[in-house]
């Protein structure tokens, strides 16, 4: 199930009213507590009163994503400000010299963590900076305790902001993830549907026209290279990408480029992952393959891609002329060493093997075949 725009900063958002709600119970303990203690303690309930009214319109107001903007955020700052800048009068200097706490306590770091969860570290900092140094600014006496306040800000805004960053590349993340999983998942349905019908009436068509003039010949020409098209659509339709390290490559993607008006190429509706090295030298030993088939043949080929799960076989098949036993043999003897090489040489890297069938007038086959594991 994905999760709505804004969904990871809710549970933030909800924290700061709950935040706010606690700091202003504990404002009216200590109010109460100090009340016979105050310059003027008629004024002093007035603030309070005023802090409760503002808790309740940023609860609400933060509860709206729309009403997160910069209005809503330097009102909230201006009024914890404004609070701060009374508190001298209200109390006096005086009882704050002798000990008496401010009448904002925690309740002035609302601000902070809205400004916070709104816009990161930077904002959450340049606010706490601006409130710590009001806050130094209406004492007579700056101690210890006045500066690990304002240190105590400062934390909260970075480390609050941060997490709220954290928390918006993580949804948007998700977001991207849920998106490509459905795409692939339709691809993936599209693939199987044109894989079992489309394609094959067009391998059809190609097959049973290929040799026929005039416009049945024409028709089944473009027939090939229609399908050649939708397979390497299809192929491409949901890679596996390859990491920083060489890791996973579909070898579908590979192959694609192979396919053409007298290549058929049939693959997997879903990705066929090999280590990368692995995959570009089976793609290799493909090509070579092939180009072997357009020099001995009329071109055309038939490419068949199978995901056996430990390995992975790739088959190759024409309907040239073939060859008799040891041809193979006698081929590398005099020098030429296309299939020792660039195909049976690049298999045992692998740690694979290559069977090749053939008998004069049936044609070639060959079958690639490479297993997944120990493979780099």
């Not at 309740?107 to 409130?131: K, N, Q």
């Amino acid at each position: 199930m994905s999760t709505p725009p804004g969904g990871f900063e809710v549970p933030l958002w909800r924290a700061i009213a709950v935040f706010r709600v606690a700091s202003l119970a504990y404002v009216c303990v200590v109010a109460l507590r100090d009340a016979d203690r105050y310059a003027h303690p008629f004024a002093a309930g007035g603030l309070v009163l005023l802090m409760a009214a503002w808790t309740g319109v940023t609860a609400v107001s933060y509860a709206h994503p729309a009403r997160r903007g910069w209005p809503l955020l330097l009102a909230d700052l201006g009024v914890v400000v404004g609070i701060m800048l009374a508190t001298p009068w209200v109390i006096g200097r005086t009882a704050l010299a002798a000990g008496v706490p401010s009448l904002t306590v925690a309740w002035l770091a609302g601000p902070v963590l809205a400004w916070a969860v709104s816009g990161g570290r930077r904002r959450g900092t340049v606010a706490a900076l601006a409130l710590g140094a009001v806050d130094l600014a209406t004492r007579e006496r700056i101690g210890q305790s006045s500066l690990t306040g304002t240190i105590l800000l400062l934390l909260a805004g970075v480390v609050v902001g941060h997490v709220a960053r954290l928390a918006v590349t993580a949804e948007e993340r998700l977001h991207r993830a849920v998106e490509l999983e459905a795409a692939t998942r339709e691809r993936e349905r599209l693939a199987r549907d044109i894989h079992d019908g489309v394609l094959q009436v067009l391998a059809l068509v190609q097959r049973r026209g290929a040799h026929l003039d005039g416009e049945a010949g024409e028709l089944a020409r473009l027939a090939g290279e229609q399908e050649a098209a939708l397979r390497a659509l299809i192929g491409g339709a949901t890679p596996v990408a390859p990491t920083a390290h060489g890791g996973p490559v579909d070898l579908r993607g590979l192959l694609g480029r192979y396919a053409s008006a007298t290549v058929s190429l049939s693959a997997p509706a879903t990705p066929v992952p090999l280590p990368g090295r692995a995959a570009h030298e089976l793609a290799a030993a493909t090509a070579a393959a092939l180009d072997n088939v357009a020099r001995h043949t009329d071109g055309r080929a038939w490419v068949l891609v199978e995901d056996e799960g430990a390995t992975v076989t790739v088959s190759i098949r024409d309907e040239g002329p073939g060859f008799p036993d040891g041809r193979l043999e006698e081929a590398a003897a005099e020098g030429r060493l296309g299939v020792a090489r660039s195909i049976r040489g690049r298999l045992a890297d692998l740690g694979g093997t290559v069977r090749i069938t053939s008998a004069p007038g049936a044609g070639t086959e060959l079958e690639l075949t490479v297993p997944r594991e120990g493979q780099p």
